[in-house]
């Protein structure tokens, strides 16, 4: 079992920036390949960014590409997901998930990850 917790959400202006944190416990970190998704009212999941386990490996929704980095720091035990150049459009609830590994790849898709955090709300305001 692995257990998540996000923090560093927030309300920010247009053009801000803000970091999310994702600490895991429970099991290797360094076993599980990371996702980041949100969620806007009225809409369904999303896929944001996606990590291999080593974090050498990424891969990131267009509509964030350029402005989002997904990281992690495998001996704190936590991913990040560094947004910039927000836009209200990024206005949702932001989740992390986990998802165990062996190989060097990454998952793309919600119903991979059968670990998740509480989520995040982020705010963008015009």
């Known amino acids: 079992q692995v257990q998540l917790v996000e923090s560093g959400g927030g309300l920010v202006q247009a053009g801000g920036s803000l970091r999310l944190s994702c600490a895991a416990s429970g099991r290797t970190f360094s076993d599980y390949a990371m996702g980041w998704f949100r969620q806007a009212p009225g809409k369904e999941r999303a896929f944001v960014a996606a990590?291999?386990?080593?974090?050498?490996?990424?891969y990131y929704a267009d509509s964030v590409k350029g402005r989002f980095t997904i990281s992690r720091d495998n001996a704190k035990n936590t991913a990040y997901l560094q947004m910039n150049s927000l836009k209200p459009e990024d206005t949702a609830v932001y989740s992390c998930?986990?998802?165990?590994?062996?190989?060097?790849?990454?998952?793309?898709?919600?119903?991979?990850?059968?670990?998740w955090g509480q989520g995040t709300q982020v705010t963008v305001s015009s």
């Open positions: 998930a986990a998802a165990y590994n062996s190989l060097s790849t990454y998952y793309l898709e919600d119903f991979e990850y059968p670990y």
């Open positions: 990590s291999s386990r080593s974090g050498g490996r990424t």
